[in-house]
């Protein structure tokens, strides 16, 4: 059954710019239309015309910020019959009219593709912004460390406390561009991002292309280009490592955008009883769709 299930989602991914027929979702399901709209909701946790609804204003909204058709095209392409209709249920779900998105770069939100295994995957949303940046330095410390994908990564921690505080605060000072701050910069993962695969850690700011590098201190030099932003606030440091990995198995399967070989950024500001605020920037491009 739910072998069936999923290749009815996946007819639904294929159609999200054309009319999403029940009974045809049903007979793919090999069940009638009342049993597959009670299961999928039952499963879910939502009713079948707000989850398509939600799929088609996702992908809608990351056309409006590719800014590649108008929002009127953007609007009849994802079946509303006309601009004003489309901007309400636009401003429904990301709380801003795709108007204002375009303009200001607003945060946005995307409702995940869903699957059915045992649990079901993609049932929540996640906010997110599209930032396009100019050239830019990472300047701080730099160590090549393990990947851990749960819990503290001992070398890193290891690696901070050996900084000293002289030495963060000389990094601190260069902060210049968003996201500000004192930052955790990873890259060079294998493919596979396998428990245990060496990185490059940055224990650094973001800075302007032109900033001075002080002597003693790293500098990755950053080319322009397009990033999604993630936020979340939760238990350190497991909801920010949930969120890493719900970017890479939810977001983008769910959105046309594809990762591009670059820094990931991460800025945690910590609250109390061990919550933590996190920013997660990953570098992305705009995939052929």
Do not use: C
Not at 250 to 275: K, V
Request: aromatic fraction near 10%; hydrophobic fraction near 40%; charge should be negative.
């Amino acid at each position: 059954m739910l072998e069936h299930l999923n290749r009815a989602m996946e007819h639904i991914e294929r159609n999200l710019d054309q009319e999403v027929e029940v009974a045809e979702l049903a007979r793919i399901a090999m069940t009638s239309e009342y049993h597959f709209r009670r299961l999928f909701s039952m499963l879910s946790g939502m009713p079948l015309s707000d989850y398509v609804r939600r799929r088609r204003l996702t992908v809608a909204g990351a056309e409006v910020l590719g800014g590649e058709r108008t929002l009127l095209e953007v609007a009849i392409r994802y079946g509303y019959t006309s601009g004003e209709a489309f901007a309400r249920a636009f401003r429904a779900m990301h709380g801003v009219g795709p108007g204002e998105a375009r303009r200001e770069g607003a945060v946005l939100k995307s409702q995940p593709r869903m699957s059915f295994r045992l649990v079901v995957e993609g049932s929540s949303s996640m906010e997110y912004r599209i930032i396009e940046q100019p050239d830019f330095r990472i300047i701080g410390r730099r160590a090549r460390v393990p990947l851990v994908h749960e819990g503290v990564n001992p070398a890193i921690a290891s690696f901070i406390k050996g900084l000293g505080q002289e030495t963060v605060d000389r990094i601190s000072a260069l902060s210049g561009r968003e996201p500000e701050g004192i930052l955790s910069v990873t890259e060079f993962f294998s493919e596979s991002r396998e428990e245990g695969v060496e990185l490059d850690y940055y224990h650094a700011v973001v800075a302007d292309a032109d900033t001075v590098v002080p002597d003693g201190l790293d500098v990755r030099e950053v080319p322009a280009g397009t990033w999604a932003a993630f936020s979340n606030t939760g238990t350190f440091p497991k909801a920010l490592q949930e969120m890493w990995r719900d970017v890479f198995t939810q977001w983008f399967p769910s959105n046309p955008y594809e990762f591009r070989p670059g820094p990931e950024i991460l800025r945690t500001r910590f609250l109390s009883d061990g919550q933590a605020e996190a920013q997660l920037w990953i570098p992305v491009a705009r995939a052929l769709r």
